[in-house]
């Protein structure tokens, strides 16, 4: 199976282990032919944030430098991708832009996980204003579909750690949420990471709805260690559920 992972994480990242040539090499044992480091953006901070679970500013310059060298490096082995996982920070969008710009990156992958701010209220795996859940998760996540920067929409029912329940209202978020990546071609992602915690997403009824709707899924590794991208056991598994439920399936992006 040809197959790519545009879901790589780096040690930049503060909770991610090995080094940026450990995945490269990872990946290509495992039959890889694409891959895309994707690491968590950095983000001018606001006196409220700050960068526990993401690279500082100051280290995306040497994140560059290190995958072009590594992709140069291993250019007859496999394809290597630079990009981000980046939340929908809507007065700060003209900042993400200017680093796709000054470090010509190649695609941004919209992790939806804090509202408006990084903090632990505004995570939208543990959302602290329960009743408006729903409504700024949708609202962020639209937002950030129409605004053309991202290819791919990473673990999108992650807001699912927070009720871990489907019910009508459920289904109703799920459908919008599927119209805007329709409308749009934003890929939606089947996350590897929360089934490799078992963690309340991939939920199985999200993806059947996903998949009914016809958007384009692609799996994602979502991998914090180069041994993540070797569980090839894990990754075949996944896609054998998603053409189990006749998806419109993308192995890669190329």
Known sequence: MIKGNYHTHTKRCKHAYGSDEEYVIAAIKAGFS???FTDHAPWNLRDDENDRIRMHMSEMSDYV???RSLKDKYADQIKILIGLEAEYFEARMGDLESLVQEYDLDLLVLGNHFHIRDSNDTYFGNYKD????????????IKAMRSGMYKIFAHPDLFLKTVNIINDRTKVLINSLCDVALETNTI????LGGKRYRDYYPNDTFWKIVAERGCTIIVGVDAHDPRHLLDTAMYDKAVEFLRSLNANLITTLD
């Open 34 to 36: 694409e891959l895309a």
């Open 65 to 67: 430098e290190s995958i």
């Open 130 to 141: 329960f009743k408006l859940l729903y409504d700024h998760y949708l609202e962020d996540s």
């Open 188 to 191: 939606m992602e089947y996350n």
